[in-house]
């Protein structure tokens, strides 16, 4: 008996302390991280916002709603369900009453609304329209892919025909009318990615191989290059410079990816030939280094600006991550999990998810389209932002914190999500140090803007960047040749 009311204790002990935990997480870290986040871009980015009239009425209106939301929320949650909207005190039974037949997940809803009102009444204009958002993808991620497959496995069938019959936060209808007009784009796009998840092979003759990939591979190299050698003029780099740089970005990113893949394997290469050094692999986690090695060095070398340097990078890169991803569509890596309908099917038996999973046919998602698209608006949105007021630096800790927000919505689409082993098996772990590290250096920005900061783009610069073709396309052949060439079989060199 006295061992039986000793565990009582413990376990309230417990309990309060989870409750606890939770509340300092939620309602004081995660709130004070996103208002800094936006009270910082403030500083860096000042846009006006005065809480006054409407403006004022709406903040209270949303943080008094939210507030509203979530209390009466926590409260079905308790009185229907028997538990706390907290992961290690779930609700024992289920609930689809209330506020709940209206979304599935009010008490997100309500705090995202609240956290929205507040960031209008302190009238921090970017805590509303960017540290809001990050927020809501945060959650919409968190309930999409952790969850709701918890509640599925906990409730079954009921729970999936909740899901199906409630929204999660957009209205079923507007669903449904936004699928409906989107629906002939949607099919003309599916039917170019199915096109293309067929083309593996570019062409072959006798042991000698080459595949599609290489040609987006250098490609988008060729944009890239381009793109960084105009905008290193507008920045007022001697040509020389330009040349040496561009002249040593291509064989590093080709040295860091090939790294990064053979890091990755390692315990799967060994007693292979060379240990796995004749085998084809790169993975894209190499090139961000490769380009903050680049630009440490030249800044070293000549004392150029290493934010100026590393800026120009961001607005080049993800063109070449755009083009070179659309590559691995066409040659079948980094393929998606098995989905229903609007996914593409690899019936090409040499494509790299038929060779190593051994089935052709089923629908995936086209996570590496997916990629091509984040890479193509993150190029535009960077570009479009680049402004000589902006502090050098800060289109670098822009792309940083945005990029692995789409790279972790995607690896959680991808029939790998762990990885294989090795020091870089979560590509999810390095998603959160990538933006942990932006938001440091967003943080540490000076807000002073000068000569380092980030230039327009301009046709002068673009046809003085010209002459640098030569360089351009010895990095295009060595691209092309690295994605591309193949030895005997697809696989091998």
Sequence with gaps: ?????????????????????????????LPAFLIATGLRLDTLVPVGLRPEGAVLALGWGALAGGVAIMI??????????????????????FVARGLYRMFRH???????????????????????????????????????FYEEPVLVARFGAAYLEYQRTVPLVVPAVLVRAVSRAAEPLASALHRVMDAL?????????????FVTEGLFVAAGTVVFSQQLATLFVVQGLPRRHIALILAASAPAVLLLTRLFWWLGNRDGLRGQPLHGLKRVGYVSWGSPVAFLAV???????????????????????????????????????????????????????????????????????????????????LFILLNAAASPALPAGFLT????????LGRAWIQFHREHVRGNGGPFASALAICAVIFLAAWVLLMGLDPKAGPASPQAWNLAAFRSGLALWPIMLANAALAFFAAGFHWKRIGTW
Excluded at 124 to 132: H, M, N, Q, Y
Excluded at 327 to 350: A, S
């Design 72 to 93: 009466v929320a926590v409260g079905q949650l308790g009185f229907y369900g028997r538990g706390l909207p907290i992961s290690h005190l779930p609700p024992t039974d």
């Design 197 to 209: 998840a067929q083309k593996t092979i570019l062409f072959r003759k006798g042991r000698v191989i």
């Design 295 to 377: 630009s440490a060095a030249a800044s070293a070398a000549w004392n150029d600006p290493f934010l100026m340097i590393l800026d120009v990078f961001v607005r080049g890169m993800f063109a070449q991550y755009a083009l070179g991803r659309l590559g691995c569509l066409t040659y079948g890596c980094c393929w998606g999990r098995p989905c229903g309908r609007g996914g593409i099917e690899y019936r090409n038996p040499e494509a790299k998810v038929v060779r190593l999973t051994g089935t052709t046919g089923g629908r995936r998602h086209p996570t590496q389209a997916y990629s091509s698209l984040e890479g193509a608006v």
């Design 106 to 144: 009010p008490v997100y809803f309500g705090y995202t609304l609240a956290f929205g009102g507040a960031a209008v009444l302190v009238g921090s204009f970017w805590s509303l329209t960017f540290s809001t958002p990050l927020l809501l993808v945060g959650w919409l991620s968190y309930v999409r």
């Design 1 to 29: 008996m006295k061992a039986a009311e000793g565990a009582c204790p413990r376990s309230a002990f417990a309990a309060g302390a989870i409750v606890v935990a939770y509340v300092a997480v939620f309602w004081f870290l």
């Design 397 to 404: 800790a822009l792309a940083f914190m945005l990029y692995p």
